[in-house]
């Protein structure tokens, strides 16, 4: 396999030197098996040593290195140069502040992820009998199993533009999240979640645009759970206001 | 370490640039677009009820006005949309609601053909109702 | 100085940091419970982990062949208290973990499935598909959040451990995102700082496995022991040196050379078992550094396949079908096709081994103390030691819950024996000194050296001296070397020189901590003269029991190299004896 010279525009902030982000150039010799980020350790490595990011797993596990590639949000570890024949324009992930260069503040993620309680709420009376193994079949567990593959990368966020637009959305991923405890045969939470999923700022500002499922890089579906909470919620109005005898 | 802290996120401003990102973006607005004419229909079904309880002369007058080149171009705009809106809708419905089977997901497929299925089965009969056969 | 003040601080928040916090948590919700990490807890290497953790839980298994795979496994270096209490915790660990959501695989039955493992007679590794460390982590951390006592300091780099009258009092931090300098003081520490693959050029490590942890404790006096034990996985992709699980070959897949022969058989752990049915602890089932030592003599002999990355194996699943990659194995499939171009269901996988993990790292006894009063590590960053001389797949993720829970409770244990706060002025002044130092390596000017100059060398010097196989001449060139690049790290100077995301000075000091650990790699390496487990020395071919069946400690030095001592292993049951992975033909 060969080599080529690749042309990179990075996006560059220094919020100790710079008023506003710029976009900086780099042309640098990649090897034709590279992905986006081998290239920027080329660069930080050999170039430009005060280019900041995050990364570290290198195989799409620890979601450290979303960012905007030509516009799409991806993570530097998959997106491969052999997809990308001319110019390749490197951004901090959209919808997010930018701390420094590919940098962004993800505070309002992690804050949001806390809000849904994303851990097993036992049920009432069942959980507590024993402290042994709970069972769970595989069909049990393939019900859930999909939303438990986010990796908390965050690439949904910046192509959802309702996040972008209402700051306040809980967002896909922490909805994704939320759900797959409400659909875990072992948790007995969701109505607890409900305060959070079911909220004007939960499943409710989600238009169904649907960017979220086609960038997840883990196939997580995250449209699929804020639709099937949409459903769950309707069913729990209609229950609730019309059906008062459902009730208990 | 410098004393000041140097923190200042930038936070980038939100522009409509963003429909025209990506295809998806404007596919999802045509989608929701879509939503006007149907709604404008919906609308002009509110006036024909009027008309028809204002008497026969008024419902002859509002039959008439419905053969105008625009009135007709405008339902047939409607219509696309309409069917355009469905086809996105019946196409999103496995994501909504999933049929697990044992271990298996039924696939996307055949939840949205069931979907498209009850459509056309659902068309038809109010056509056969409405005697277009 | 910003100052935090906590009951427990604990450096790390991968799994055995976030175990560590829940338990502290959990045993009194009034301990204020600092959680300091220079990555996001999600970000944590742990998430890398594939093929699962090992606990007894089936009724065809025991402890005692628990205990026996692990210290013949260690070849005898383990220390034998230490696995008993392992292997005892191990299945309330993995049960605790379900317990709290893990999304373990299943039998039809809804229990919980099991996967054979090298070195392993029974199966006993529990597994969530192919991401079992992912699972592990994330259940732990999301399950953190409903604790308002833990409270986290995400992107906060350690630099320096406080310490008064001989006992631990705190440390100072990096807070990334400002660059400014926190004191957190603490009356107990936990140290959960991960390993330091990345001393090494070709490695399954995250690019934060850099040995921080050790290098912390290391500086304040606290051995390292049993560094020279790296652990060579034996199926990395050549390209990236992508991890692809031993699971892989514990649900069949098999090793080959260019002939196609499975040459395991020919080293030991022979004879061949039939195709698709494995069979525990012999050939592909055999342990990893057996494997990858059987893979550096086949490329002595010229029988493995060249690739532009170097020699490769074919490690070939072909046989086991689409529908079982799928579901057991659908990581490795995505990692084979993405970075190799190779998709398993249609063709063997070429790789070839790379540094996995780190057998040694701080010492601490089968309580998690180190001999500094206060101090606890655990997880990769400690030695127990129950992993010895090489570490059996799928020990360690049960390890750094089994070990992080125990640090938690002998922290607390420590507060309850009424151990005092340290004064301010000790605090204050040791901070200080500490942000001094940091100052000046941030604003040092005329230096001559680059960090990436210098990692570059180390990484060279690693991979030359003390991989697989290695030798008196290569280990003392490697000591030289690495006691020069130790030297000369004094004169580098940084290029970025501002505070926020300084990623310039976050490598520097990583780099510092690499340094620090690979030294101690190399000289107790060079000290070893014998072979055993993942230490081998082409001029001492045999195990040495009479001479090395004890621990090596290296003590730091900050003007020369470590001082090398011994301490006993610990024997209980088991005399050391021949390890056997000839499937019982022996």
Redesign the interface.
């Known amino acids: 396999m060969g080599e080529r010279t690749v042309e990179f525009e990075v996006l560059r902030y220094n919020p100790e030197k710079d008023a506003a982000p710029h976009f900086q150039r780099y042309s640098v010799k990649c090897r034709e098996e590279w992905v986006v980020l081998d290239a920027l350790n080329h660069i930080k490595e050999s170039v430009d040593p005060t280019l900041s990011y995050r990364w570290s797993c290198h195989m799409a596990v620890c979601g450290s290195c979303g960012m905007m590639v030509n516009g799409e949000p991806k993570l530097a570890c998959k997106s491969f140069l052999r997809d990308y024949p001319g110019l390749i324009r490197v951004e901090p992930l959209r919808h997010f502040p930018v701390e420094r260069d590919l940098v962004t503040v993800i505070d309002d993620f992690v804050a949001k992820l806390a809000r849904v309680k994303p851990f097993l709420i036992p049920q009432p009376g069942a959980a507590q009998a024993g402290t042994g193994e709970y069972a769970q079949t595989p069909a049990q567990l393939k019900r859930y199993k999909q939303f438990t593959l986010c990796i908390n990368c965050m690439l949904c966020y910046a192509a959802c533009p309702e996040y972008g637009l209402i700051p306040e959305y809980i967002g896909p991923a922490v909805i994704a999240l939320g759900h797959r405890w409400n659909e875990d045969s072992r948790d007995g939470g969701r109505a607890q979640r409900q305060e959070e999923l079911a909220a004007t700022n939960g499943v409710w500002d989600c238009s169904f645009v649907g960017a979220c499922s086609e960038v997840c890089p883990e196939h997580v579906d995250p449209a699929a759970a804020i639709q099937q909470v949409k459903i769950k919620s309707t069913i729990d109005w209609y229950t609730e206001h019309l059906m008062p005898w459902l009730n208990k | ?2 004393e000041q ?8 401003p ?1 522009t409509s640039e ?1 429909i025209f ?2 295809p ?2 404007l596919r ?1 607005m045509v989608r ?1 677009f879509s939503c006007l004419f149907i709604g404008a229909w919906t609308l002009m079904l509110v006036c024909a009820l009027g008309r028809l309880s204002e008497g026969p002369e008024a419902w002859g007058r509002f039959l008439e006005g419905l053969k105008s080149p625009w009135v007709v171009a405008f339902h047939v705009l409607a219509l696309a949309f309409a069917a355009y809106h469905s086809f996105t809708w019946f196409q ?1 419905t ?5 049929v ?1 089977v ?4 039924l696939p996307d497929d055949v939840i949205a053909g069931a979907h498209f299925g009850a459509w056309a089965v659902l068309s038809l009969a109010i056509l056969f109702f409405a005697g277009a056969f | 100085m910003e100052t935090t003040r906590a009951d427990v601080a604990i450096i790390g928040a991968g799994g055995a940091g976030l175990r560590a916090a829940i338990a502290l948590a959990q045993a009194d919700p009034k301990l204020k419970i600092a959680l300091v990490s220079k990555v996001y807890p999600m970000r944590s290497h742990t998430c890398a982990a594939e093929g699962g953790a090992a606990g007894v839980i089936k009724a065809d298994d025991s402890l005692e062949h628990h205990f026996d795979d692990t210290v013949g496994g260690g070849d005898w270096l383990s220390d034998q208290d230490a696995v008993d209490y392992f292997i005892g915790e191990a299945p309330k660990e993995l049960i605790q973990l379900e317990r709290w959501g893990c999304p373990w695989s299943r039998e039809a039955n809804g229990s919980v499935a099991v996967r054979p493992f090298g070195g392993m007679k029974k199966q006993r590794t529990w597994f969530a598909a192919d991401k079992s460390g992912f699972h592990i982590l994330h259940t732990l951390f999301q399950t953190s959040l409903q604790f308002p006592s833990i409270e986290r300091f995400d992107e906060f780099y350690a630099t320096e451990l406080l310490r008064e009258d001989g006992r631990v009092a705190g440390f100072t931090a990096i807070e990334m995102r400002s660059g400014q300098m926190r004191r957190f003081d603490a009356r107990a520490v936990i140290i959960c700082g991960g390993g330091a693959g990345r001393i090494f050029p070709f490695t399954t490590n995250g690019a934060i496995k850099t040995g921080d942890g050790m290098a912390l404790a290391y500086r304040a006096g606290v051995p390292l022991k049993d560094m020279e034990f790296v652990q060579y996985h034996p199926t990395g992709l050549p390209s990236t040196g992508t991890l692809l699980t031993e699971a892989c070959r514990g649900e069949g897949g098999v090793l080959v050379n260019r002939h196609g022969r499975r040459f395991l058989q020919d080293y030991g752990m022979g004879p061949e078992t039939p195709l698709g049915r494995p069979v525990l602890k012999t050939m592909e089932l055999g342990p990893r550094d057996r494997v990858s030592q059987a893979f550096w003599q086949e490329q002595q002999k010229g029988n493995m396949i060249p690739t532009q990355w170097g020699d490769a194996m074919l490690l070939d699943m072909r046989h086991l079908g689409e529908a079982k990659i799928n579901e057991r194995l659908p990581l490795v499939r995505d990692m084979s096709i993405s970075y190799m171009g190779v998709d398993p269901v249609t063709d063997p996988v070429p790789v070839r081994p790379v540094v996995h993990y780190m057998m040694g790292g701080i010492h601490t006894d089968l309580k998690a103390a180190t001999p500094l009063p206060g101090l606890f590590a655990a997880g990769e960053c400690a030695c127990v030691s129950i992993n010895g001389a090489n570490r059996l797949g799928s020990n360690s993720l049960t390890e750094l819950l089994v070990f992080g829970r125990r640090a938690a409770l002998s922290a607390m244990e420590y507060l309850q024996s009424g151990a005092r706060a340290a004064s301010e002025s000790a605090l204050a002044t040791g901070a200080d000194a500490a942000r001094g130092r940091l100052r000046e390596l941030l604003q040092r000017t005329g230096g001559k050296e680059t960090v990436a100059g210098l990692r570059r060398e180390m990484m060279h010097t690693m991979e030359a001296n003390a991989g697989i196989y290695r030798t008196h001449e290569g280990l003392a060139e490697a000591c030289v070397k690495l006691a020069d690049l130790r030297r000369r790290y004094r004169a580098i100077e940084l290029h970025d020189k501002t505070n926020v995301y300084n990623t310039d000075l976050l490598q520097a000091l990583e780099l510092g901590s690499m340094l620090d650990c690979a030294e101690a790699v190399a000289q107790c390496a060079l000290a070893r003269k014998e072979s055993r487990g993942a230490h081998q020395r082409l001029d001492f071919a045999a195990r040495d029991d009479r001479n090395f069946l004890r621990h090596s400690l290296a003590v730091f030095d900050p003007g020369a190299s470590p001082r090398i001592e011994y301490l006993d292993v610990v024997i209980t049951k088991s005399q050391p004896g021949v390890r056997d992975y000839s499937g019982g033909h022996e």
């Open positions: 370490m410098a802290v140097g923190r200042r996120p930038h936070v980038r939100i963003w990102r990506h998806r973006y999802y929701e999103l496995p994501k909504a609601l999933p697990q044992g271990e298996k997901f």
